[in-house]
């Protein structure tokens, strides 16, 4: 049974950086691919950034390219994701996702494992 355990949110000021982490447990990720997703207040779930477990390939959305980095420490079986530069547009509630699969991709509907998200407040 695979589980997805966000932590490291919380309230910050504009400009301020967090760390989140993912940790993942229940079986091998190596032929896995890793998402971070966020939904805001009235918003639909957005993606973020994504992570192929195996060959570090990343990509991100356009809003967070240049501010936010994903990685992973394989021998942890976790996955980052470091938000610098932090605006009240990114206040959101913020999600972990694996899928199966090496390739990235930026739909919910692809991902079938997610954690139960932690919340990422940036005051201004």
């Known amino acids: 049974q695979v589980q997805l355990v966000e932590s490291g949110g919380g309230l910050v000021q504009a400009g301020d950086s967090l760390r989140l982490s993912c940790a993942a447990s229940g079986r091998t990720f190596s032929s896995f691919s890793m998402g971070w997703f966020r939904q805001a207040p009235g918003k639909e779930r957005e993606f973020v950034a994504t992570?192929?477990?195996?060959?570090?390939?990343?990509y991100y959305a356009d809003s967070v390219k240049g501010r936010f980095t994903i990685s992973r420490d394989n021998a942890k079986n976790t996955v980052f994701l470091q938000m610098n530069s932090l605006k009240p547009e990114d206040t959101a509630i913020y999600y972990c996702?694996?899928?199966?699969?090496?390739?990235?991709?930026?739909?919910?509907?692809?991902?079938?494992?997610w954690g139960q998200g932690t919340q990422v407040t940036v005051s201004s």
């Open positions: 996702a694996a899928r199966g699969g090496v390739g990235l991709t930026t739909s919910t509907d692809s991902y079938s494992y």
């Open positions: 992570i192929s477990w195996s060959t570090g390939r990343t």
